[in-house]
């Protein structure tokens, strides 16, 4: 077991999963440039360490993200706009380090939410493969109620997600919803009890953990490119994934484990 710490993101690997934990919980974990940071290097270590098969992101204490640091950006107001407009494009640029890492990473991602899930919390979640929430989980995207658009990916994930017209009435109106709404939107898979939130999440990624990991590493790169895609060529990257799987070990473990009648053991060496 692997565990390290700075003062915004824990990093703990066990059974294969790596556990980032968001670790500012008495500014309600409000992303700060500390925690881009440790993002971007968390997220990045999980995806290159060859024992993690999987990936799950919580917050620390009854929140998952408030978004970012506002008292950060109202001392950015000191800055004239000509130093200001090139510091954010440098900010968000590290920001959407960690999205495109998750989303193009084969490994599954859970997110597992609870309390705010507001600003880059909610990008941040609709970036993972999976998500959990809470029943005292409340959304908002928030960016429109201080006059700035959204930034982490969330305008590509939330059209795709909950369609064009949903989209732009989170994104336009800022206004907060509850966990059955997103869950109605498709934008969680499952809203569960608090006291269940991280005994359920931690259960999905051990199973997406024991899973045969090049197939669905396939899987995930193929629904992610599966709407710019052309129906022909979506069929040719199936056709490809689906022959690179047959060739792993993992395809002949799964047949002989279903003619056998025993659960599959996948990935080992």
Known sequence: MQNEANESVIYEVRDHIAHLTLNRPKSLNALNLDMIEALRLT???????????????????????????????????????????????????????????????????????????????????????????????????????????????ATWSLPRTVGMKRAMEIALLGDRFDAAHALAWGMVNRVVPVAELLPQAEALALRLAAGPAEALAHTKRLINTSLNATLAEQLHAEQRAFAASGVNPDFAEGLAAFFDKRPARFNVD
């Open 43 to 153: 997220t990045a270590r999980a995806e290159a360490d060859p024992q993690v098969r999987a990936i799950l992101i919580t917050g620390a204490g009854d929140h998952f993200m408030a978004g970012g640091d506002l008292k950060w950006f109202r001392e950015q107001l000191a800055l004239p706009p000509v130093k200001r407009q090139p510091m954010f494009e440098r900010v968000i640029g590290d920001v959407h380090q960690t999205t495109l890492q998750l989303r193009r990473c084969g490994k599954p991602v859970v997110a597992a939410v609870r309390g705010a899930v507001a600003g880059f919390g909610l990008s941040l979640m609709l970036a993972a493969d999976m998500a959990l929430a809470a029943e005292d989980a409340y959304f908002t995207l928030a960016y429109s109620n201080i006059a700035l658009s959204p930034d982490g990916g």
